[in-house]
Nanobody, 123 residues
Framework: QVQLVESGGGLVQAGGSLRLSCAASGRTFSTNAMGWFRQAPGKEREFVAAIRWTWTGVNTYYADSVKGRFTISRDNAKNTVYLQMNSLKPEDTAVYYC??????????????WGQGTQVTVSS
């Protein structure tokens, strides 16, 4: 089992920045990627970003809507993944979820999820 705990959400004005953290514990050695998703009220959960590690290196992936504004990164020593969010827009308002996977790579498919953290961007 892998446990995920998100933190760092909050209220920010448009144009501002936030950094979300996702601390992983448990059988983290079995994971090969982690991602961030978000769900706004009345909308389906959507992919935001992912970071995947293999023996050849680390790769990152982004939704078009956040590319150039958000950055995903990982601190191996802390078993923590971060989502740096800059130039935030009101449409970024959502509950943000961290996810981890032990499965074959698919940026949309994860078997462990955090409880979510609220991000609200005011106009």
């Amino acid at each position: 089992q892998v446990q995920l705990v998100e933190s760092g959400g909050g209220l920010v004005q448009a144009g501002g920045s936030l950094r979300l953290s996702c601390a992983a514990s448990g059988r983290t050695f079995s994971t090969n990627a982690m991602g961030w998703f978000r769900q706004a009220p009345g909308k389906e959960r959507e992919f935001v970003a992912a970071i995947r590690w293999t023996w050849t290196g680390v790769n990152t992936y982004y939704a078009d809507s956040v590319k150039g504004r958000f950055t995903i990164s990982r601190d191996n020593a802390k078993n923590t993944v971060y989502l740096q969010m800059n130039s935030l827009k009101p449409e970024d308002t959502a509950v943000y979820y961290c996810a981890a996977t032990t499965r074959n790579w698919d940026r949309y498919d994860y078997d462990y999820w955090g409880q979510g953290t609220q991000v609200t961007v005011s106009s």
